[in-house]
């Protein structure tokens, strides 16, 4: 049985024979100590074939395909020439790195392949000494192909869907997990803070961006008067605890308070108003991502459930490939992996818990209903990931179904079958793609006809100068028009006229024969 090692570096493929396949596998020690020695080597394993790539972007396409498991026409075009055919006194087999390339390239061409026993140590080896094995290739031309190679690579894997990037949705998360918690924080220190001047404030406005407005607002509680009632309902939107505050601010208990004191105060509550201002328009950007990105999810079980669920997977890709059951217990690890030390019962939700279905759920129901929408999340996030046209047909119906099933354990109503509501989505989902696509083509249109209506008015505009122009600069023709002589002017109507009395006889002549 005979050997060859297929090696794919950033130049190029090289095809390498094995002598005494046999031998080797038998004493793969030895061969793991001549690895670093390539004069005993070359003894084992010589070229036989080098295709060199011809340009980068060649380079990074097959490097792209090889990743994906698949065989580029590069590679089966190569070993096509230079790899020799079995037959059945001498069976050929194709060392290789990566298994799922092996399988691709056995399916393809039809060629025994091998990616254990011997074929790591002497890849191993061949990688080692590869600019020594191919003519008029050097370690540094080696370097500079790999260099190239990798930052193309890596610049090709890191691209991504400006409308449908899962980074910024991790990002944004992990933003308002902490903008949470440092305005809660700072609201409760500014509490304390202007509660040593005016201390009633706490119970009339419980509300913490309200209370930071209110503070900066009123500032020294000595300086709230009649007048400034109208424009403390404005901030408040309440006529009522507008008039409690300026009650309760001329019989405060509260301590006198310095002007740097005040001052202090009233910065730090506008930082906590613009922190809480900034959350809400980080919640708003994250409902905008989300429907962009995954917009089924989002319709399923809202924008901040979906979003810890991605950012806790790593990526829509990752969250893509979870099971159900992992998608139920996601962000409950150390609960899970205690249980099962303990031999105790397992967890029944991880992020999932702050999800509205399985607040509405009974005790004895969150269970069952947590693993059905486990099971609709995974679904939803896979058509969010592999969809073309993103849209909320697959989230809402799915949102239905876990309706449905609340009411089935409530009430007993028998809900309806996972494939029928799939057909029905699907058929409304294309549909939409429809007159999406009708909305695209009146626009085109719309667009296109407004470019010619543009073009028809610079055309007469155009015209019209032209006009302008030769009435200026024909002034001279019109008075050379005015001395032609009439003569050929009334010569002209004549024969007109003649031309008429002519077509008329003939007219006569054409009825006369009809009615004959």
Known sequence: MALYVLYEHAAGYGLFSVKEFEEIGMLLPQVEASI????????????????PFKTAVAALNNVNA???????????????TTLPKSSKKKQVTLGVS???????IAEALEVQCSHIGAVPEILRGIRFHFAGMVKGFTDQSAAVAQLGLGHSYSRCKVKFNVHRSDNMIIQSIALLDQLDKDVNTFSMRIREWYS?????????VPDNYMFAKVAHFIKDRKSLTDERLEELEELMMDSEKAKAVLDAGKMSMGMDIS????????????RVIKLSDYRQQLANYLHSKMNSVAPNLQALIGDQVGARLISKAGSLT???????STVQILGAEKALFRALKTKSNTPKYGLLFNSSFIGRANAKNKGRISRFLANKCTIASRIDCFAETPSTVFGEALKGQVEERLKFYEQGETPRKNLDVMKEAIQLASKQAETGGKKKKRKAEETNGNGEATLNGSAKKKKKKAAALDDTNGADAEESMMQVDTSAVLDDSMNVTNGEKKKKKKNKNRQSAVEA
């Open 36 to 51: 670093l020695d390539l004069s005993r080597f070359n003894a084992i394993v010589k070229l036989v074939g080098f295709h």
């Open 259 to 270: 002007v740097v004191d005040l001052i202090n105060i009233e910065m730090f509550a506008k």
């Open 98 to 104: 990566d298994a799922k390339l092996g399988a691709a």
């Open 66 to 80: 090889i990743s994906e498991g698949l065989v580029p026409d590069d590679l089966s075009g190569f070993l096509d």
């Open 318 to 324: 990752n969250l893509a490939k979870f099971p159900a």
């Open 196 to 204: 040593y001047h005016f201390p009633e404030l706490v119970k009339i």
